[in-house]
C-alpha cells in the first residue's frame, strides 16, 4: 500500500508504512496527536493500544453492519480513574476480553506502560475473533 500524500507531517511518504498509516487515518481508526503528528517510532502504551483497537472495531462492525458491540462483565481496573483512555479501556475489556490486566493477573492496567509485543498480538487476537462472531 502506497502513498504520495503524507498522512502526518512526520510520516514521509517513503516510509515503509505511510500508505498503511494514511488508510488509517482516512477510516478515523488513528487521529494522531493534536501538534498534527504521528510519532511513528515512538513507544505505543497500553491506553494508545486500546484505543486504537476500539476504532478498528468500530470500523469493522459498521463494515459488517454488525448488530454492536459484544459484550461481557467489563474490568474494573485500579488504576485508570480519570485516565483519557478509561472508557476506551472499559469497553475494550467488556469486549470480548479485549483489554486486560498486566499479565493477565490482578486488576491494574497500567494504560501508560509501553506495550509489549505479546500483549499487543494477544488484545489484536482477540479483537479480530470477537469482530468474526
Not at 511518504?13 to 500508505?19: I, N
Not at 462492525?61 to 481496573?77: C, D, H, L, V, Y
Request: proline content about 3%; charged content about 25%; overall charge positive.
Amino acid at each position: 500500500m502506497k502513498t504520495t500524500n503524507k498522512p502526518y507531517r512526520d510520516v514521509e511518504v517513503t516510509r515503509w508504512s505511510a500508505g498503511k498509516i494514511e488508510w488509517a487515518k482516512e477510516n478515523e481508526i488513528i487521529i494522531g496527536y493534536s501538534d498534527g503528528t504521528f510519532r511513528p517510532t515512538q513507544i505505543v502504551t497500553r491506553a494508545e493500544l486500546i484505543a486504537v483497537l476500539r476504532k478498528a472495531v468500530e470500523y469493522g462492525e459498521n463494515t459488517r453492519r454488525s448488530e454492536g458491540i459484544k459484550r461481557q462483565q467489563a474490568i474494573t481496573f485500579s488504576d485508570i480513574s480519570a485516565h483519557w483512555g478509561q472508557k476506551a479501556i472499559t469497553e475494550m475489556s467488556a469486549y470480548c476480553g479485549v483489554a486486560t490486566p498486566v499479565n493477565e493477573t490482578g486488576n491494574a492496567f497500567f494504560p501508560n506502560l509501553g506495550t509489549q509485543r505479546n500483549y499487543a498480538a494477544a488484545a489484536t487476537l482477540r479483537m479480530l475473533n470477537c469482530l468474526r462472531k
